[in-house]
């Protein structure tokens, strides 16, 4: 009686059981050491990517980001608009520099990008910021409304949010199946970690991140003298806008279902906070 012979399909099954095998043992030593601590709120986060490889990573995605507009002149285009926009950043930053001192260092931006019909704002790690004219124009903002995106993003960015998108992008091979994807394109010269932070800014933030970002965003705002009341204001004019055509920032800034009772109960706690800030003086932080 002749021994079976071995089926070559079993032993190529076998083969690839322990290449998974494998890859799931070296993820899971990469993911291990991989938590961190949220540096405002203490939150256990996901970490593949340090803050500071997600900082330089970002600076090129950044640049990358707004170089079509650039190139065609809608980068910060209105001086009325830039300097509107500007002012308020650099107020709000030199109180999230209180929060964070080292974020000092950062090379801190906020562009402004002339697209009538975008209603919406980003932010990347070490504080490169955007923000569209359509959400300005669209939801007729007033400062105090500004100032609660601008404290929002802020937020985002002192939080390190960027850099556990970016690890989520990895961690999930995003980035990897985007950068095969757009291979074969010669004017793509971006690193596997810029691609992750170009990614990152499209990926929805959970709702936790966006509750951390509401909480730390308000505050910043009324430490910065601009009217608490002001978070819902905004809020329910983003919805509005909704019911006719969706904001892209709500894509990627998911509406936690008690944003609007939290953003009323979080005010009346700021109202001392905005007081006490509209009597001193308001310090501002260098913002490009
Ligand atoms: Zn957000």
Redesign the pocket.
């Known amino acids: 009686m002749k021994n079976p012979q071995p089926n070559p399909r079993h032993a190529a099954l076998y083969r690839a059981y322990w290449r998974i095998a494998l890859v799931l043992l070296t993820s899971l030593t990469l993911l291990l050491p991989a938590c961190a601590t949220n540096p405002v709120t203490g939150r256990s986060q996901l970490m593949l990517v340090s803050e500071s490889a997600a900082i330089s990573a970002s600076r090129q995605a950044y640049v990358e980001m707004l170089t079509p507009a650039r190139k065609e002149g809608r980068i910060d285009s209105d001086p009325r608009t830039k300097r509107r926009v500007q002012a308020i950043t650099q107020r709000v930053v030199a109180q999230a520099v209180r929060y964070r001192p080292e974020t000092a260092d950062w090379d801190w931006e906020m562009s402004v990008i002339d697209e009538p019909d975008t209603i919406n704002a980003f ?1 990347m790690a070490g504080g490169k910021m955007a923000i569209y004219t359509g959400i300005i124009d669209q939801l007729e903002l007033t400062d105090d409304e500004l100032a609660q995106i601008i404290g ?2 802020i ?2 960015a002192l939080s390190a ?1 960027s850099a556990e998108k970016m690890s989520v992008a990895l961690a999930s091979n995003i980035a990897l199946a985007t950068f095969a994807a757009t291979g074969e394109r010669s004017d793509v010269a971006l690193t596997g970690a810029a691609l992750a932070a170009i990614i990152a800014v499209q990926l929805p ?1 959970s709702r936790q ?2 509750a951390e ?2 909480r730390i ?1 308000i505050e910043l705002a009324a430490r910065a003298g601009y009217h608490p009341d002001a978070a819902a204001s905004l809020w329910s004019k983003m919805a509005a806008k909704a019911s006719t055509r969706q904001p892209v ?1 709500l894509s ?3 509406a936690p279902q008690s944003r609007q009772r939290d953003l009323a109960a979080l005010a009346s706690q700021m109202q001392p906070l905005y007081e006490q800030a509209r009597r001193g003086p308001l310090p501002t932080h260098p913002v490009r």
């Open positions: 932010a929002h993003e937020a985002h949010h933030n991140m966006e970002a509401d965003g920032f990627t800034h998911p």
